[in-house]
């Protein structure tokens, strides 16, 4: 079954319902999360493709760590591009990069506009992890730099759950917004892909599941989360 497409505030209860009332951990759906987007990623960009990841500071982040190490074991060459030092991640995210860093994968970091645009310019599949559902208002600083400089490559562009500097309630895209040619969107669409003035920022959309429970996804048809 497929889900309507879901506001900001809903994607945010439906992870914390999973979490409080079913008692999921953060960690077991970020997870699910990479993996699906990580099988959705390997069947979009051709094999011998090289693939960098743009990661940022939130869960989102997260989601591109896990992503790397199940891209990895898909046999495919799979680089991390950070705009963020590493120690001021927290939460799940800085669980996994913690596992991806254990796992010898590459992860660079890029802290200067200069340090961002070789590896960007140069990339044959790109993957934003840069901000997810949560961000606000319009991208500003390295976000904002390493988003025109992807826009302006010729790499494919790939979204993970949102295109950085989008908004998913509205679909207006704000300066700079990534302009994806695959958003691959956790547990349902969001309602601001079906604007008109997304559709050039989203691309194709796929849905990826993250485990979450047929009882909560059928409430959320219905537009509940009452047990």
Sequence with gaps: ?????????????????????????GLVLMENAGRGAAERIAAIVPTNDPITILCGKGNNAGDGYVIARHLERLGRQVT????VDLESLSGDAKVNAEIARKADIEINIANS????????????ALVDCLLGTGAQGPLRGLYAEAVRVANASSAMRIAIDVPSGLNVDTGEPGEPTFQAAWTLSFVAEKIGFTRKSAKPFVGCVGVVSIGIPQKLLD???????QQ
């Design 80 to 83: 991390i591009l950070s705009i």
């Design 113 to 124: 506009t200069e340090s961002l645009k070789q590896p960007i310019e140069t990339a044959k």
């Design 1 to 25: 079954m497929n889900l309507r497409p879901l506001s900001c505030d809903e994607v945010r209860q439906v992870d914390k319902t999973a979490i409080e009332t079913f008692g999921m951990s």
């Design 219 to 225: 409430q959320i048809q219905v537009g509940t989360d």
